[in-house]
């Protein structure tokens, strides 16, 4: 059925539930980092729907995968109890890749499902209830989640939310050391705040963060969500830091836009767990278990984490240049690889170029009011990068010069 645009913005904005401001873009395929609305027109999408296409729309890898596993099987009989040689693959694939001191996975649907086992078994392990996180963090919109994220317009609406939820200062471990006590279970922590506006510690912070909790026999829950699967550079923060974390949770690129997450422990964490401590239907469901492998395979072998580090230092190295010759709009330029953004003077400011950069045909994000968040495909080519970037430009000159 090919409907128009102006149909498909009828029947969505009449059934789905209210929840996003909708931009009105229908969008019918992609191809890399490319997509086409319903009217044929073409965008680039530095956004990769929200760091989840990795390597980029309609990627074959991932077709090939899906048509592959789904003339097999789609889910087990009784899921988890029975056996599944592509979930094999993928946990010799992960072992491969993850920190090798985390030697247990099990897989989930999303990242805040990740997130939410991680808590609860940490509360397990440890016999302790408390959890601490950072202001500004994100981690999920499940009540536990939400509870967990720094952010007050996740969770003010929603009060009251789980209790023995704090918080501390994001990159600063004093205020960590000086929260962690015996009642805590688990400090959560991304190593690049994304959703808060891209926030990069300094290099010691996690190994301090590794180093507190241990002392205080708090576990350490890295959510490398949106960092995992090569998006800073490295294929994990953590593990690029040598970080020895007790969890290690994933979603978002580990799949490259099929709904797949997971989450890995160390030996000594899964030691204290026992059958029916999880579970859950899809749990390493095998057509979501064939397109990680494929994505996982693609970025190795594709050697994507060298890409991500040139096409991060180019993209940042064109974002000081409008630092330099916009500086009553462009505030700050930062961030990590592939995980960019340009923070502007103000709110209004960020919004005008966003909507310029749309109707250029280029999706951006907008974060924290003032930022404009770039993660594009970790596969993006110069060329591609230099023709987002042009007419990012152009919509700053346009909005802002
Ligand atoms: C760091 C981090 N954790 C958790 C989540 C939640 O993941 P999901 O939307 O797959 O539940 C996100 C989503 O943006 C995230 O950025």
Not at 112 to 124: F, G, T, V, Y
Not at 233 to 251: I, S, W
Request: aromatic letters at 8%.
């Amino acid at each position: 059925m090919n409907m128009s645009s102006s149909v498909t913005f009828e029947i969505e904005d009449r059934y789905m539930a209210p929840f996003f401001p909708k931009q009105k873009i229908s969008i019918e395929r992609g191809d890399g980092v490319f997509v086409w609305d319903e009217e044929g027109r073409r965008y680039i999408d530095f956004t990769s729907g929200w760091g989840v296409t990795c390597i980029g729309h309609a990627q074959p890898v991932i077709t090939e995968a899906l048509v592959k596993q789904s003339r097999k099987i789609l889910q087990n009989p009784n899921s988890g109890l029975t056996y599944s040689p592509v979930r094999a693959g993928l946990l010799e694939l992960m072992k491969e890749v993850l920190p090798s001191h985390l030697t247990h996975i099990f897989f989930s649907s999303s990242g805040a499902e990740a997130n939410d086992a991680a808590i609860k078994l940490a509360r397990k392990v440890t016999g302790r209830l408390d959890v601490i996180s950072t202001h500004q963090s994100f981690h999920g919109r499940t009540i536990s989640t939400a509870s967990a994220t720094g952010q007050a317009k996740h969770r003010e609406k929603f009060n009251p939310l789980m209790p023995n939820y704090r918080f501390v200062a994001y990159g600063n471990p004093d205020d960590l050391k000086h929260a962690l006590d015996p009642d805590v279970a688990a400090f959560i922590v991304e190593p690049v705040q994304g959703e808060g506006g891209v926030h990069v510690p300094s290099a010691q912070y996690l190994k301090d963060a590794e180093r507190l909790c241990r002392k205080n026999g708090a576990l350490l829950i890295a959510d490398e969500v949106q960092t995992g699967f090569c998006r800073t550079g490295p294929m994990f923060v953590t593990g690029e830091m040598g970080v020895n974390v007790d969890f290690l949770t994933m979603a978002k690129g580990i799949a490259g836009g099929f709904p797949f997450g997971g989450f890995a422990m160390s030996e000594k964490v899964a030691k204290r767990l026992e059958f029916g401590d999880h579970g859950g239907t899809y749990c390493g469901n095998p057509l979501g278990c064939a397109v990680a492998h494929a994505v996982i395979k693609y970025l190795i072998d594709h050697r994507i984490s060298e890409n991500v580090e040139k096409m991060g230092r180019i993209c940042l190295g064109r974002m000081r240049e409008w630092k330099q010759r916009y500086p009553d709009a462009i505030q700050d330029v930062r961030g990590k690889g592939l995980l960019l953004l340009v923070e502007f003077t103000g709110s209004e400011t960020a919004t005008r170029v966003a909507d310029e950069c749309l109707l250029r045909g280029l999706f951006v994000r907008q974060t924290q009011g003032s930022g404009i968040r770039v993660f594009p495909a970790l596969n993006i080519t110069e060329p591609e990068l230099s023709e987002g970037l042009a007419v990012m430009q152009a919509a700053i000159e346009a909005a802002a010069g």
